[in-house]
């Protein structure tokens, strides 16, 4: 994987070694990863979130944002959005021995387009030994990648 991670601050961070240190100085930290993407005038942007929730004590998180062309199509937009979560997830989870949930901006909600992919991408991620989170669960890491989508 090639993506390079930074803070909020923009320090570029490694990926390993910063979720080593926090695992040491917090063994019961949940690691939650998750991404969002936005259509923009020309583009695409996606934006990929490992946060480190420390109980009811706060979260902290890195991010990778990229900017693509456009897509146009939005099954193939949230479709990625999945796609990249579960690729950095097993990455991760190859390289250090922790717990990932993979939180999900989709809608179990009919109403709502996203509620289409629910099922395989929901699927997809239990296969691989991930517990999901989607709407109305906790969003950690999808929530700030909100934030920095737009």
């Not at 390289?95 to 939180?103: N, T």
């Not at 699927?123 to 030994?129: D, H, I, N, P, V």
Request: proline residues 3%; positive net charge.
């Amino acid at each position: 994987m090639n993506r390079v991670f930074r803070t909020v601050q923009g320090e570029s961070v490694d990926v390993v070694s910063h979720t080593l240190d926090v695992l040491n100085e917090c063994p019961y930290v949940e690691v939650h990863i998750g991404t969002d993407s936005q259509n923009h005038r020309r583009s695409t942007v996606y934006v990929t979130v490992i946060a480190y929730r420390y109980g009811n004590r706060g979260v902290h998180y890195i991010l990778h944002k990229q900017k693509m062309k456009k897509i146009k199509d939005k099954w193939t937009r949230l479709w990625n959005e999945a796609d990249y979560s579960l690729e950095v997830a097993e990455w991760l989870t190859k390289k250090v021995k922790v717990q990932v949930e993979i939180d999900l901006d989709y809608n179990s909600q009919e109403k709502y387009f996203s509620s289409k992919l629910v099922p395989p991408v929901v699927g997809w991620a239990m296969s691989l030994g991930y517990k999901t989170n989607i709407k109305p669960d906790n969003q950690i890491a999808t929530k700030a990648a909100d934030h920095h989508c737009r």
